[in-house]
Nanobody
Framework: QVQLVESGGGLVQAGGSLRLSCTAT?????????MGWYRQAPGKQRELVAA???????EYSDSVKGRFTFSVDNAKNTGYLQMNSLKPVDTDVYYC???????????????WGQGTQVAVSS
């Protein structure tokens, strides 16, 4: 069974930085094929913030481009979202989503992390 475990959220002042982590745990993980970070405010739809595709390219929403950097370390089965120059509008619950390869014949697992709160004060 695969789980995504998130960490790194917290409270920071505007202009500050946080690094979120999303680790895929389980006995059968081969690699993370794709991963995305989303955020959601109460009463609003979940929006994509950043994603890494199977080609390894990172893509960002316009609202975070130039401030956030997304990377995946497959040796640690972990994705990292480095968030710099944080603004109060970045305050949300952040969720990771991943497509994980779990055997050598191409079987994949897809799921969500539990979410981590990011709060940016002005």
């Amino acid at each position: 069974q695969v789980q995504l475990v998130e960490s790194g959220g917290g409270l920071v002042q505007a202009g500050g930085s946080l690094r979120l982590s999303c680790t895929a745990t389980g006995k059968s993980i081969i690699r993370i094929n794709e991963m995305g970070w989303y955020r959601q405010a109460p009463g609003k739809q979940r929006e994509l913030v950043a994603a890494i595709t199977s080609s390894g390219n990172a893509e960002y929403s316009d609202s975070v481009k130039g401030r956030f950097t997304f990377s995946v370390d497959n040796a640690k089965n972990t994705g990292y979202l480095q968030m710099n120059s944080l603004k109060p509008v970045d305050t949300d619950v952040y969720y990771c989503n991943a497509l994980v390869l779990i055997d050598h014949v191409g079987t994949t697992w897809h799921g969500w992390g539990q979410g981590t709160q990011v709060a940016v004060s002005s």
